[in-house]
């Protein structure tokens, strides 16, 4: 990967803001970072906070966001110290964008504070840089695309390229070494409380998490199949919870009037907290790639998790005592063949529908202990594993 440096700001290398034998910066008593996008991305830079916080024991770590990083992160252990919520619209993001005049107060105002270092990990930094810049930091960092306006220190955006690793590099400019290979979130008392509050039916046996949905199309399996590994779950002596936003109802009764096992539908009885909760106390958590997979993995529950190539590549979880991905290779979108990969088409049409029935269920098996079957599980694949 190309890596590149920049020194715009020469007071970035004073021998009185980097010590000597690293590219740590000398007295640092706030660092803010700038990662205001979705779940799965904020797991993807826990790696990197960590790092941080090792390197910089003293300082205050304070995550520019969105509120629902305030919701998660409230009195939960970890290496951010405080969310200040960005209005919608900084960066831009699709929302409509604040007046300039409010655009500047907000950022004014959380420049006023004072930082010594300003991270942008908010992707390629067209309009994230600009943010980072405002801070008045005395260092900034972060990736840069070539129409970027350029940090203190940089490394080049490469679209193909593990979050993880990506966020890592952007916290190595300033110093921070891995100290994690995977991300970690402490599920709390209070979440497993939530989680019990709210679906109570849960208390009793051991449950499994499916979770059919993802705001991509592109990246959702078919739902007649998350039924078919529900019920096989269920016949191993495991509840199954079908999880989903409320905009995914559809997707969720889908998969309930598919399966023969009774089903615990979760949307709209979990907030984060009870999400948390749920997710941490299952055996085993069956997903397309989005969020509450990346969260599962996080909390150390044991995950199969399917992917589009592209995107595994990017956000798979790197490891395997847990953790599984199921891949589809395809590139050619199903609709008009167009090589996604080069290029882009206006379908929506799943891109995962590749992936085998008996991949995903073995795998899930393999990764959790459970009590033998009471019969067989019906023959429902074929040798495409579809039925």
């Not at 790696?47 to 300082?59: K, N, S, T, V």
């Amino acid at each position: 990967m190309l890596v590149a440096v920049s020194s715009v700001r020469p007071e970035a290398d004073d021998p009185a803001l980097v010590t000597t034998d690293s590219r740590l910066v000398a007295n640092v008593r706030r660092i803010a970072v700038l990662r205001a996008n979705a779940l799965g991305d904020f797991i993807f830079s826990l790696p990197a906070l960590d790092a941080l916080r090792a390197a910089y024991p003293a300082a205050e770590i304070v995550l520019l966001a969105r509120p629902w990083h305030r919701e998660l992160l409230s009195s939960r252990p970890g290496p951010v110290d405080r969310v200040i919520v960005l209005p919608e619209g900084i960066p831009p993001d699709g929302a409509p964008a604040l007046p300039p005049h409010e655009h500047d107060a907000v950022l004014g105002a959380i420049a006023d504070e004072g930082c010594d270092i300003a991270l942008q990990m908010h992707g390629g930094g067209r309009h994230s840089n600009p943010v980072v810049r405002s801070l008045g930091a005395r260092v900034t960092a972060g990736c840069r695309t070539p129409d970027a306006p350029e940090l203190d220190r940089w490394i080049r955006y490469v679209y193909y390229q593990s979050e993880l690793a990506r966020l890592m590099e952007v916290a190595s400019l300033v110093g921070a070494r891995p100290v994690r290979q995977e991300p970690r979130l402490e599920a709390t008392d209070d979440d497993r409380a939530a989680a019990s509050a709210a679906l109570p039916e849960l208390a009793a046996d051991p449950w499994a998490v499916i979770h059919p949905g993802a705001t991509d199309r592109r990246r959702r399996w078919p739902v007649e199949r998350f039924a078919m590994v529900g019920d096989a779950l269920a016949q191993r002596g495991l509840q199954v919870v079908v999880t989903g936003t409320p905009g995914e109802t559809d997707l969720v009764q889908a998969v309930r009037d598919a399966m023969s096992a009774p089903v615990v539908d979760s949307v709209g009885r979990l907030g984060l907290s009870g999400l948390v909760g749920v997710l941490s106390g299952a055996a085993v958590v069956v997903s397309n790639d989005t969020g509450p997979l990346h969260l599962a993995a996080a909390v150390g529950t044991a995950t199969v998790g399917i992917y589009w190539c592209g995107n595994a590549l990017n956000g798979g979880t790197p490891l395997r005592a847990r953790n599984r991905v199921a891949i589809s290779w395809r590139n050619a979108c199903p609709v008009c063949g167009v090589d996604c990969i080069r290029a882009s088409c206006p379908h929506d049409a799943s891109f995962v529908t590749d992936v085998r029935l008996d991949e995903v269920l073995d795998a899930a098996l393999d990764v959790v202990t459970l009590p033998a079957p009471s019969s067989a599980p019906p023959a429902v694949l074929d040798a495409a594993g579809v039925s």
